[in-house]
Every structure is written in C-alpha cells, then in structure tokens.
C-alpha cells in the first residue's frame, strides 16, 4: 500500500508539473503574440478577480474597465478651490531649454526691441528648421539671455495689455492631407505640445504614431481638476480631438477616471476617440500608465501623448486661425495664503503669479506637483507644460533619530507611521527627505508602487550600468520620469530614481 501511494502522489505530482508548464507556455506564447495577459486571461486556471473583483460600471464596457491595485494616494493640505481669476502677467517668456529633443542652441528670427503677435515665431529648432517656437502674448522682445557658448537661455517679452493675435489660415480636416495639416502645426506653434514615446520629447514630423494617447484626469497631489479646464472650451476639445484623430492610423484614447461622477461629457462622449476607465490611486492618471493598460508600446512602436490644454489650444487654432497659449493654473500649497486657480498665459512671471504671497527663502517654489516638479525661483517664468505651481517649506533642518522617533505626522507608505488608520488626513509637508542616500537594495517598494508589468529596481541597476540591451528589456521605452516619481517617494535608499531613468532614456535616444 506504501508503494501505491507514493506512485499514486508521484503521478499527481507529474500531471500537476504538466499542467503548470503547459500554463506558463501558453502565457508566454500569448505575449509573444502581443495579447495582454494582464487584461486577457490566457492561463488555464481562472483568477480570483474573475470571482470577486470589482463590478464593472453599468455604462462602461468591461474591456474599457482597468482598476489598478497598485499605488499610493498623497493628501496635502493648500489645494487650489474657488472661481478661475484672469491675470495678466507684464512679463513673459520662452525657454528653449525647457523643450527636450531639440539642437542646444536653436536659430533665432527675433532680435531685441522687436514687436511681435501672440503665434510669431521667436526661433526654430536647427535639426527640424520646420518646428517653429513662438510667442505666448504679443508685446517687445526686450530680452534675449545666452549662458555658456552663446547658447540661447530664454528669450522674455514685455507683453501688451491687451493680446494681439497673429491670424492663421487653418487647413479644413477632412480635405487637407495629412502632411497639409503636420505643416500648419510645425508653422503656427502647436507641435511643440507633442510629446513622442519612447523618450519623452517632442514628435517627429516624418513619424506617423501608431496611437495618440490623452489623460484626462491628474491623480497627483493637489493637481488640477481638468473638468475644470475643459469647462466652456468642449467644442475646442472636440476640434482638437479632430485634427489628432487625422495624423494617425490608430486610434485617439482619452484615459478618464470612472470614479468621477462629474466627468465632462467632452470627455465621456467625445468623438473620434476610445475612451477607457481607470480606478485606481495615483500614478492611475499619468498617461505612461493608461498606454501600459490600454495598449503598451512594444519594440519600433511610437505613441504621441498631449494634455487637455494642449489639445484644446490645438482645437482653438483649428477653429478660429489664433494661437491662444491661455490656460489654468493652479495655485497650491500649504505655503500659500489663498490657494487659488488662475487663467494666464503660458511663460508667465512666477513672480507676478505670486505677487500678493509672501515668499522667503524658507519655502519652495515647484513647477508641478512635490512628487514630480521642478524647483523655481521667484524671478523664473512657467513653461508650456506647467498647469501647477506648488509652494512648500524647505526642509532645511535635521531630525534627531526621525526615524526612530515618528512623532511628527507625514506622508509615508510605512507602517511605522499609522497613516492607513486615517484616509483622509491632509498633512503639510516639507522638502526634508529625512535621511541620506543608502544601500541600494531590495525592497519590493517600487514594484508596490507602479501599477505596471515592469521592474522598476531591475531597470535602473541595468541603467547605471549601462547594460542598453537589459534597459529595453525591462520595459525603459515606456516610461517617463513622472511614472517613477511614487517609486523615488517611497525609496528606502533614497535613490533620484527620475534623474537615473532619463540618463537612460537619453542613453537609449542616443543608440536609436
């Protein structure tokens, strides 16, 4: 009876190894062939999702339905509320620098003491002298700064009080040609809002996107509410998706987040686009994320991704011939004394933004959110791609045995602090990151963190090491440092994860 038994578990033993390599082949067969397994399930036993997930929405189309598990909510006090206030800045400019992918030093077309219209060209990029980069307000060219080399660093206009447009004749979609339409873009400014994965700068001309991506929704701390924006402007939204929908042979997807009640129908029901759902904590609106849930970039591929405002700017030019660079910015921060949202024009003065806050050189200015943005000084511009401007405390002070001793609240994804006993608390935080650079070990933090089938630790250890082959491997093509931002929050060893991934993705540009 031994005997018997011990065959007996020995075949259970042997069907059961079967079974579970047949399963992995199939799975690996499936992606091999580009079917998601994440969203298709293509192994032989059903998964506890398909048992107890989440319901699905009525309205919404179960393959249009991601909820990601994986991710972390921040809540900061100093979020931006109340009625949208105009303001016009005296002061505005335009920095080539802040545009990645283009020559170090672009050509100029003005010079200073120069009058110029909103939509006039002030240079273009010496690799594609088609590219044009214009003027956000009409007004005298009164500065030209150039650093090292004669490299141009920002070019500053004194802007008039009231905005002169320069008048464009726009192709009509539908009769112009593809390329008609790509010209018109690159002549009158709006291409530049453009961004090409993989590698995160500004489109190729001669490249037609195998899909256009557009998030609708901004999970990160105190970002923007973008019903918000698109508030009074659907039409111009609508136009924008329009004239996307003409440059591609894919699709146009709008990422809107199903747990919104008060989603515009600009972007519910928008047309000539699919519009996917995503529950989810942050990073679930970042656009690198929905592309990975809605259809990844695989090797050779290129998507081109845009904000709302882009697209809306887009729109209005389309619809009525002007370059209008106006857009929503919000205000935030525990720093400030009335966070607030404003209309303004892009490379606004920060200085004149903030004009009525008291600044010092105990608070921070960010271009964005705490997680991702750029530090500024009070006497910087905002660029095309700022929709927030965060002001904080600096962190410049030592916390004896912080760690030992959490007896000061912050945001932290540890269990050492009991932040997950109360949801909804808002804490103020500094820029103190409460520690120095460690070991760079394991964790399984970052794999908690990024709702993607990718190794984040794995990737960066084959970037600082150079390995080009590993990097691709891992998944470098699609990401783009705002996607590691929660990663380099929760990093133990305190790693400038977003600093390490774009030295890689310039590696990568380099190789192409």
């Not at 990645?100 to 030093?105: E, N, S, V």
């Not at 990073?283 to 990975?292: C, E, L, M």
């Not at 530090?375 to 004896?400: C, R, W």
Request: charged share 25%; proline share 5%; aromatic share 8%.
């Amino acid at each position: 009876m031994l005997v018997n038994t011990l065959f007996v578990i020995a075949g259970i033993l042997l069907v059961l190894a079967i079974i579970s390599i047949t399963d992995s082949f199939l799975q690996i067969e499936a992606k091999k062939s580009g079917i998601d397994t994440a969203k298709e399930n293509f192994s032989l036993f059903p998964k506890l999702g398909e048992f107890f997930g989440p319901p699905v929405p009525e309205n919404i189309d179960k393959s249009k339905y991601h909820v990601l598990t994986k991710g972390h909510d921040i809540k900061l006090t100093g979020e931006a509320s109340g009625n949208v206030v105009s303001v016009q800045s005296s002061r505005y400019s335009v920095k080539p620098t802040n545009y990645r992918g283009i020559a170090p030093i672009p050509k100029m077309l003005v010079a200073e003491g120069e009058e110029v219209l909103a939509g006039d060209a002030l240079f273009y990029d010496k690799l594609n002298p088609d590219i044009k980069f214009v003027s956000p307000v009409s007004g005298e060219v009164v500065e030209i700064g150039r650093g090292a080399k004669r490299a141009i660093e920002n070019i500053v206009i004194l802007a008039d009080k009231e905005i002169k447009h320069r008048k464009f004749d726009a192709p009509k979609i539908g009769e112009a040609s593809r390329e008609d339409v790509k010209a018109f873009m690159m002549e009158s400014g709006v291409w530049t809002s453009i961004s090409r994965r993989p590698f995160d700068t500004i489109a190729k001309p001669e490249e037609t996107p195998r899909d256009i991506f557009i998030s609708t929704f901004n999970s990160a701390p105190l970002a923007l509410d973008q019903n918000k924006v698109v508030s009074g402007h659907e039409s111009y939204f609508q136009k924008g998706i329009d004239v996307l929908a003409s440059l591609t042979d894919g699709k146009v997807y709008l990422g809107v987040e199903s747990s919104n009640l008060k989603n515009s129908t600009a972007f519910t029901s928008a047309q000539n686009a699919e519009v996917h759902y995503f529950k989810g904590k942050h990073p679930a609106g970042n656009v690198g994320i929905q592309i990975h849930h809605i259809k990844p970039i695989k090797s050779a591929d290129v998507v081109w991704t845009l904000k709302v405002q882009d697209v809306i700017t887009i729109g209005k030019l389309f619809s009525e011939g002007v370059y209008d660079s106006s857009k929503l910015v919000a205000l935030t921060g525990s720093e400030l004394d009335n966070p607030r949202i404003v209309r303004v024009s892009s490379g606004a003065s920060v200085a004149e933004l903030l004009k009525s806050e008291t600044l010092n050189a105990d608070k921070r200015i960010i271009a964005g959110s705490v997680l991702g943005g750029n530090q500024l000084s009070p006497d910087s511009f905002i660029d095309a791609k700022t929709d927030q401007l965060t002001v904080i405390k600096e962190g410049n002070y030592h916390e004896m045995f912080g760690w030992l001793l959490p007896i000061k609240p912050r945001p932290s994804v540890s269990k050492t602090f009991p932040n997950f006993l109360f949801p909804s608390h808002k804490f103020e935080v500094d820029t103190n990151t409460h520690g120095e650079k460690r070991a760079f070990v394991m964790t399984g933090q970052y794999e908690s963190m990024l709702p993607m089938d990718i190794y984040p630790q794995h990737l960066m250890k084959a970037i600082m090491a150079g390995d080009f082959e590993r990097m691709e491997g891992l998944g470098i093509n699609e990401l783009s440092e705002e996607d590691l931002a929660l990663c380099e929050f929760a990093c133990t060893s305190k790693m400038p994860l977003q600093q390490i991934l774009r030295d890689g993705l310039d590696m990568m540009q380099e190789q192409s």
